[in-house]
């Protein structure tokens, strides 16, 4: 065995094997399998998410150009740098269970180390081979180990065995080293793949308890509100009210004394009631008492109804609850597509509808304003605006609902979430009221 030497000539291997495949039929049938070889791996790669299945292929496509009986693809653990079989084919449960070695061990060991293809003709005779006891078990005999690089980083190694002496040509070497850099291309995907998913899911963490801080903060503020301040106010109007009533009985003819009384009856009547619509905003109470549906009615007869805008209601009744945490982001979707309507839209219409349909619930807000061109909410986050769409469907995504917004300047909005109800809610359709 001597990995230096195959590596120093694999260059030239290549070259010869590819200018014998000019000059004659062979060689050109051995480009066109190794063409579709690559091919087939690199659909692969481009096609799947799933690293085994991608490897799979990669090892398949290998023992059919090859005729290898047995083998497999080791990868590389970073933090520990043993190798490990991920997968195989042809070796028995307790190869491809105990086979693992340290950086440099055994043959797969320095391969990946070095970087370097290694063949031999015999690894039963190898001095240094990890494991001769499961080689023997095996009946391994004829070997060749090829390193899955990316960017010259080693990740894994790609071992095809037989079970009789052979000598491997340079197209075998080359065949391998071909395929086993798409794979290495396809672990280091699968990696990166990998850390995004485990970003998002700590941002999706974070986002969530930022959400259910956000509405802890808002329901203490609201009681507060509801016990401290807005109990205050509603004494004073009573207290305003009365001195109203007792100055009219004691016949004070004070014209301007009797005004501003009126005037500050009246002030602290339309502070309480602001307090009370603020009160809803924070936490409407219905959502907890009487459900997501009620909830929505009041929310929106209450905004829109007393600015000139015509509420229209297409609700299903749920039976059973949404999750907690469901129902209020539902509510928060519905209350920040009416809130930019009445801000943005010059809408004369707003029809909110909430229907069953294929074991999802979708929710959708429609008016008929003055619309606008989706493709520019990036430009107006610039200017300080369009962050109320993105955090509906950031909201959306916290739960496993989609939201999208659809609009043309002229043509109304449509602001529509799906959230797959997976068993947990029934709904009922009932007459909107």
Avoid at 48 to 66: P, Q, R
Avoid at 106 to 115: D, H, Y
Wanted: glycine fraction near 8%; charged fraction near 30%.
């Amino acid at each position: 065995m001597d990995g230096d030497n195959e590596q120093n000539k694999y260059g030239t291997a290549a070259k010869n094997s590819l200018d014998s495949g000019l000059n004659n039929k062979a060689g050109e049938e051995y480009i066109d399998n190794l063409i579709l070889a690559i091919s087939r791996v690199s659909a692969a790669i481009s096609g799947l998410i799933d690293l085994d299945a991608t490897l799979n292929i990669g090892l398949d496509t290998t023992f059919e150009f090859m005729g290898g009986k047995a083998g497999g693809i080791m990868l590389l653990d970073e933090e520990s740098d043993m190798l490990s079989y991920r997968v195989t084919r042809g070796f028995s449960d307790r190869y491809s269970e105990e086979m693992d070695m340290k950086l440099g061990e055994g043959i797969a060991g320095k391969v990946a180390q070095s970087g370097k293809v290694i063949m031999v003709d015999d690894i039963s005779l190898e001095h240094d081979v990890a494991r001769p006891d499961l080689v023997m078990l095996e009946g391994l005999k004829a070997f060749i180990s090829v390193p899955l690089k990316a960017r010259e980083k080693v990740l894994g190694v790609m071992n095809i065995a037989s079970q009789k002496p052979r000598s491997f040509t340079k197209r075998d070497i080359y065949m391998c080293k071909s395929i086993g850099d798409q794979l290495g291309t396809a672990i280091e995907q699968a990696k990166l793949y990998k850390r995004l998913q485990r970003s998002k899911e700590r941002y999706r963490q974070l986002a969530q308890r930022i959400i259910v801080a956000q509405e802890k903060e808002r329901k203490k503020i609201a009681r507060d509100l509801h016990d401290e301040t807005s109990q205050i106010l509603a004494g004073l109007a009573l207290n305003l009210q009365a001195l109203t009533e007792m100055s009219e009985r004691l016949g004070i003819r004070d014209v301007q004394f009797k005004e501003i009384l009126k005037k500050s009856h009246a002030s602290t009547v339309q502070v309480h009631s602001e307090i009370s619509r603020l009160i809803a905003d924070l936490r409407p109470t219905q959502l907890d008492t009487l459900g997501i549906v009620a909830a929505i009615r009041q929310y929106v007869n209450s905004m829109v109804v007393a600015r000139g805008i015509k509420a229209h209601f297409d609700l299903d009744a749920v039976e059973k609850h949404l999750l907690p945490e469901e129902e209020l982001s539902l509510f928060r979707l519905v209350q920040g597509a009416v809130g930019n309507i009445i801000q943005h839209s010059e809408a004369k219409n707003v029809t909110i509808s909430l229907k069953h349909q294929d074991d999802k619930l979708v929710v959708k807000v429609v008016d008929d304003g003055k619309g606008f061109q989706v493709e520019k909410l990036s430009e107006l986050r610039k200017i300080g605006r369009g962050y109320g769409l993105l955090n509906m469907k950031e909201r959306m995504t916290l739960i496993g609902a989609t939201c999208s917004v659809q609009s043309q300047p002229g043509e109304g909005t449509t602001v529509r979430a799906v959230l797959p109800l997976s068993g947990k809610v029934s709904i009922k359709e009932t007459k909107p009221q």
